[in-house]
């Protein structure tokens, strides 16, 4: 299994932008898939999940409200809608996969495959 990341670049601040994770090798709607992000001298954070089959989401508290996590299963493709940017959102966003039944997963070892990343650049 294995993810191509896009959609990241450099937005101003309060703008949108939309990271799509393509999967390849194997089918991922029995997996909850999830993002997470990991800022310059930070811990690769959570940033919100999307449960397999059912598609429940579930997101971290700084960036609910704001954020979108979508899957299109036909595609085998999961997305994350950012919008109103902040500064403080700038950070490399990963896209993983977890194939355990954990409900959610939102830590970083329960996830067993990953994207390269893609950089999200927000400017003030």
């Known amino acids: 299994l294995q993810f191509v990341e896009s959609g990241g670049g450099l937005v101003q601040a309060g703008g949108s932008l939309r990271l799509s994770c393509a999967a390849s090798?194997?089918?991922?709607?029995?997996?909850?898939m999830g993002w997470f992000r990991q800022a310059p001298g930070k811990e690769r954070e959570i940033v919100g999940t999307?449960?397999?089959?059912?598609?429940?989401?579930y997101y971290a508290d700084s960036v609910k409200g704001r954020f979108t996590i979508s899957r299109d299963n036909d595609k085998n493709t999961v997305y994350l809608q950012m919008n109103s940017l902040k500064p403080e959102d700038t950070a490399v966003y990963y896209c993983?996969?977890?194939?355990?039944?954990?409900?959610?997963?939102?830590?970083?070892?329960?996830?067993?495959?990953w994207g390269q990343g893609t950089q999200v650049t927000v400017s003030s």
């Open positions: 993983a996969a977890c194939t355990r039944f954990i409900l959610p997963p939102d830590r970083r070892d329960e996830y067993d495959y």
């Open positions: 090798g194997r089918t991922i709607s029995s997996y909850h």
């Open positions: 999307i449960i397999r089959n059912g598609g429940r989401t």
